[in-house]
Each structure stands twice: as structure tokens, then as C-alpha cells.
DNA sequence: TCTGGGGTCCTAGGACCC
DNA sequence: TCTGGGGTCCTAGGACCC
């Protein structure tokens, strides 16, 4: 029997979050939409019709009044929708693929190898699928590698209403031709740097660099660009990867809503993000060694004097206990601190992760108690049942001065019982 | 007044060891 | 005249992604 040839599938949401928000709110289908970062800082997603007006990343303080005269509408980021919404999606196509490679809140990886008939009508079934029961449009790129098949995703979206969102990309001579008429900055992994290093070495598109001489790419560059260089000439370097693998640092940081001068307040915001990262760590079931700490000013206003700090503690044994975190988080916060100074962020940092079982313990020191244990499985619990923060360390303030500003946020339509959607009613 | 919040991987270079 | 050759581990920094 002839060796199967791999076949992947790209499969993402359009526009996710601008998507996710039109769906709740059916009077807004032919209103450009735009969502903004937290602290409504900057756009971080466009409806199709509304990028016509909006630069992506644009801060939305400056663009405030030119989105109002499009009639474009904006919403605070509301992170419980988009997450839940992310769910069903990839509860569906797990549904209908051999394995898939959740590869972040919008976009996920397929295992095709294999499936007989005609991989497109495939394509075109998800899609019609997702559509129906969640009402969000969806891309599908279809290839012999990964790097293709988020080729072909690209061009998924570019395609007329009747292709349906589907390209594939499968047969040599159409992948050739697509390579031919890609620039190499549309690649996955060719960012801005390397584009212009690229450019400056006559590789302007994606088949040029699919022809490149891989030795000379690997010794200029990195492995990372010689495999991207493989991958785009058909040969797979690239695996889905099913079982999320722990993550190796866990960060927690925030812009402030206003910004902080006195040192309680950093304290504060720092014990607080202590607090969700350790939640993240605990459910990843690690334990973290060293936590950096770091404080900064806004860097953008010319005027202001700037200051940014970082200091870097270490636990006397790897540990998931916020207290202990807390503790010395805070007391980081105490070393940084510089009065005078207009602070806009704060950020912690959870590095030098580990699982229970996977390090030695030192002979002489201790390890985390198994009370300690105990106690973080209870919190945890309660907060699970409860909702985040109904238990939590003194040093978490319940509605802190400095907190983001979310003034444009849409309700919690799928996860919170008292904001239900409700059909037959008119909402707003 | 005002510009996000997460992550990843790779490489180079220094410290240290035998 | 003239000062090895590996190896490992760690950290900082660059580049990229969504």
C-alpha cells in the first residue's frame, strides 16, 4: 500500500472577537464593530466591514471620534464570551476530525491524514456545521504541512462568498501557484525583521523562499527559517501537537486604569496578579521556584519622567502557595519602588516552573508543607464553585482604585445566569 | 488623560568543570 | 616562541505568534 501523504487543516475564526459580539447583538449584522484591548487601550480585533476605517493596534483615545463619524461601534474586550464561544467551536470540529491541535483561542489544527473523498466538501461540512450552531464564520486551509495549510488559510479568506471559506491546497500545481503570488511576509513565522532581511537577499515571495538554499538560511538565521523553508516546498517538519504541554512561565500583567503613585496600590495590583497567576500555575498542577516582579511608567508621553524596574525572587522551595508568592511579591514591590513616579503597569512573572515529583529536594531545605497543599485545594475549590476571589488574601482589594477601564463591555451572555440572553425581549 | 496581554523558540556568550 | 578542547548550564536578548 502506498505511504499515506500527510494532510493538514487550518481551521480559524473570522474577525473572532468582533464575531463573537455580533452574535448577541443581531441588530449590530451590517454595523462595522470594532473590540479594544483591556483598559480600552488599543483595537486589537476589526469586523470585516469596519477595516476599512481602523488601523489594527490603532490607541483608541486618538481614533475615538473618526470610529463614531463611520458609525463604527466599540466594545470592551469581555474575555468569559470569547472563551466560552472558543469552546463550542472546538467541541465541534473535535467532533468531526482524527486529532486536533488547539493552537490558541481562534484557531486550531487538524490531523486530515487519511479521510477519503474530497477533502474540500470536508472543508465546507465544518464550516457549515460551526455556522449553524454558533452562528461564527469560520476559515478552512487545507495543505500537506502546517505552514501551508495557514497559507491556504489566507487565502480561504480572500475568497469569494461561493468557494465558502475553503481553500485546498493540496495539488502541487495550485500550491505553486499560490507560492508564486505570495509575498513572503504572508509566511507564518516571517515577521517585519525578516521580511527585510529576506527582501534584502532577493527572497520577495513565498516561492522564492521555498527555493532558498537551506544551509545558507540555517547558518544566517536559524533552524526555525530552514524548516518554514521545507514545510513551504511540501515537506511536513512541523507536528500537531494534541496534548498541551505545561507551560514553562506564567505571567500575569496589567495597565492600570488610571495611574498609581503611592506604593499600597502597587502592592496591591502586584499581590492581586500574584493571585491569578497562581490560580493559572495550580491548575496546570506546577510549582514555581522564582517570581520577577516588575513596575514601570507609561512610556509613551515625552513629558513624564520614566521609570521600569524588575527584581527577580526566589522561593525557598518550589511552591503553588499564593501566600508565600504573595509575600514575596510584595516585598519585591518594596525593593522597585521609587516615589515621584507615575506607574501605569505591573507585571509578575512566574518562572522556573516545575512538576511535584520532577525535581529533587534539597536534603537541608524544606518543601512546601502538605497543609499548604491542602489549604491551596480548598481555595480553589470554593473559587471554582463561587466565582474567582470570593476567598482570597487580604492584600487583594474587592473593586481596587487602579482597575482597568472596561466601559464599552458587553454582558456575559453565556456564563453568567443573571446575564442571560434573552430571546422575544429587546435588550439595550 | 489616554497606546494589550499573554506566550514560544532559538542563539550567543559567560561561568564553570574536567 | 608561547597558553587546549571539550562539555554543560544559565541568562539575556531577539524574533515571532495570536
Not at 487565502?155 to 505553486?176: H, S, W, Y
Not at 521545507?230 to 500583567?253: D, K, M, N, V
Not at 470570593?390 to 451572555?413: D, H, I, K, Q
Request: hydrophobic content about 40%.
Amino acid at each position: 500500500m502506498a505511504k499515506r501523504e500527510p494532510v493538514f487543516a487550518l481551521i480559524d475564526c473570522n474577525s473572532f472577537y468582533a464575531s463573537c459580539e455580533r452574535v448577541f447583538r443581531t441588530d449590530l449584522a451590517k454595523t462595522p464593530i470594532v473590540v479594544l484591548s483591556n483598559n480600552d487601550g488599543c483595537v486589537i480585533a476589526r469586523s470585516y466591514d469596519a477595516k476599512p476605517f481602523v488601523q489594527m493596534a490603532a490607541p483608541y483615545f486618538k481614533i475615538k471620534d473618526e470610529l463614531r463619524r463611520h458609525g463604527v461601534v466599540a466594545f470592551s474586550s469581555n474575555y468569559a464570551l470569547y472563551g466560552d464561544m472558543s469552546e463550542r467551536v472546538m467541541t465541534i470540529i473535535e467532533s468531526r476530525v482524527p486529532s486536533l491541535e488547539v493552537y490558541s483561542i481562534d484557531e486550531a489544527f487538524a490531523d486530515l491524514t487519511g479521510i477519503p473523498g474530497d477533502l474540500t466538501g470536508f472543508g465546507r461540512d465544518i464550516r457549515e456545521t460551526i455556522l449553524k450552531h454558533t452562528s461564527l464564520p469560520v476559515g478552512v486551509g487545507i495543505a500537506r504541512t502546517k505552514t501551508l495549510a495557514k497559507l491556504a488559510n489566507h487565502i480561504a479568506k480572500q475568497l469569494p462568498d461561493e468557494d465558502q471559506g475553503v481553500f485546498n491546497m493540496c495539488d502541487p500545481a495550485v500550491r505553486d501557484e499560490v507560492l508564486r503570488s505570495s509575498d513572503v511576509s504572508d509566511v507564518w513565522g516571517i515577521g517585519k525583521r525578516m521580511k527585510t532581511h529576506l527582501n534584502a537577499m532577493g527572497i520577495e515571495t513565498a516561492m522564492d523562499l521555498a527555493r532558498a538554499d537551506r544551509w545558507m538560511l540555517r547558518q544566517k538565521f536559524s533552524v526555525v527559517i530552514e524548516k518554514t523553508s521545507r514545510e513551504l516546498a511540501g515537506t511536513p517538519c512541523l507536528t500537531l501537537e494534541e496534548a498541551q504541554a505545561p507551560r514553562h512561565e506564567i505571567c500575569c500583567s496589567r495597565m492600570f486604569g488610571d495611574r498609581v503613585m503611592d506604593i499600597e496600590s502597587l502592592q496591591q495590583a502586584v499581590a492581586t496578579y500574584t493571585q491569578r497567576a497562581a490560580e493559572k500555575l495550580r491548575a496546570q498542577h506546577s510549582l514555581c521556584k522564582k517570581i520577577r516582579v516588575s513596575i514601570r511608567t507609561g512610556m509613551f508621553n515625552p513629558d513624564e519622567a520614566r521609570y521600569a524596574n524588575a527584581a527577580l525572587v526566589e522561593l525557598p522551595y518550589p511552591t503553588n502557595d499564593v501566600r508565600l508568592m504573595s509575600k514575596a511579591a510584595t516585598e519585591a514591590v518594596n525593593r522597585l519602588f521609587r516615589p515621584g513616579y507615575r506607574y501605569s503597569k505591573a507585571e509578575v512573572l512566574l518562572m522556573d516552573l516545575r512538576q511535584p515529583g520532577e525535581f529533587t529536594d534539597d536534603l537541608f531545605a524544606s518543601a512546601q508543607p502538605a497543609t499548604a497543599t491542602k489549604v491551596m485545594e480548598v481555595l480553589d475549590a470554593i473559587n471554582g464553585k463561587w466565582g474567582r476571589g470570593t476567598l482570597r488574601c487580604a492584600s487583594v482589594p474587592y473593586e481596587p482604585g487602579w482597575a482597568m477601564r472596561r466601559e464599552l463591555m458587553s454582558r456575559s451572555y453565556t456564563t453568567k445566569l443573571d446575564e442571560l440572553w434573552v430571546v422575544g425581549k429587546k435588550l439595550n
